[in-house]
């Protein structure tokens, strides 16, 4: 198993441009999660999906969008990038709801928007 | 709401000295509670878990014992190494579970 995988790795941007970044898992989970991680302030929560078919705002929702296009995949969508979004961005997964299971991460995407 | 207090780092120790990284939290009720590490230009991954007062996770070396009269958890470790050098997050489920509340993350340096 891949696990849960991203792309792109690494992605330069200059301010106004668009871009999505996938995020695909390969364990059946239903709820996926995507972050972003700065210097001092730990991951903050972006948005989520329980389940598939649903999607809900988490600590820092603007400026993005997502899809949860099926089951496995779940992509993160800028429309206009801004400097503000540099950033390193994570995917997560989880089996289901419930507070004793693990978030499952992928390697991360490192954006810079110039 | 909510919360996770982690240790300032960074936390600078020779090879084999003991490691101790402080958690604490704020939450409704008694979640569980889980150290994830982070090695450098990688994902985070589960270190350990308890899903109860008084319960202790454990592996690769690490333990933490989940105590909810001082509400923390904190980290340690009784010779590290230089392959420990990473961040270490603390973290628990939020109320209702929808999402994982993660401290600020304390990095870990070990030198030979």
């Known amino acids: 198993n891949a696990g849960v995988t991203q792309t792109p790795k690494f992605q330069v941007l200059k301010t106004g441009q668009s871009m999505t970044l996938q995020c695909a898992q390969d364990?059946?989970?239903?709820?996926m999660y995507w972050y972003r991680q700065d210097p001092g302030m730990g991951l903050r929560l972006i948005y989520y999906?329980?389940?598939?078919?649903?999607?809900d705002k988490g600590e820092v929702p603007n400026g993005y969008n997502v899809s949860r296009l099926n089951k496995r995949e779940f992509s993160l969508r800028l429309e206009s990038a801004a400097p503000s979004q540099t950033s390193v961005y994570f995917c997560?997964?989880?089996?289901?709801?419930?507070?004793?299971?693990?978030?499952?991460f992928g390697p991360g995407t490192r954006l810079t928007v110039l | 709401g909510d919360s996770v207090t982690q240790m300032e780092g960074p936390v600078t120790l020779s090879e084999e000295a003991f490691l101790t990284i402080n958690c604490t939290y704020t939450a409704t009720g008694y979640p569980s509670l889980f150290w994830y590490v982070q090695y450098p230009g990688e994902g985070l991954q589960l270190l350990l878990k308890a899903t109860k007062a008084d319960d202790k996770g454990s592996n690769k070396g690490f333990e933490a014992t989940y105590r909810k009269e001082t509400t923390s958890f904190h980290l340690e470790k009784g010779s590290v190494q230089v392959s420990d050098s990473a961040v270490y997050f603390c973290a628990l489920p939020n109320t209702g579970f929808q999402k994982l509340v993660f401290g600020t993350g304390t990095r870990l340096l070990v030198s030979p």
């Open positions: 999906s329980a389940s598939e078919g649903t999607t």
């Open positions: 997560a997964s989880k089996a289901f709801s419930g507070e004793h299971n693990e978030q499952f």
């Open positions: 364990m059946n989970h239903n709820s």
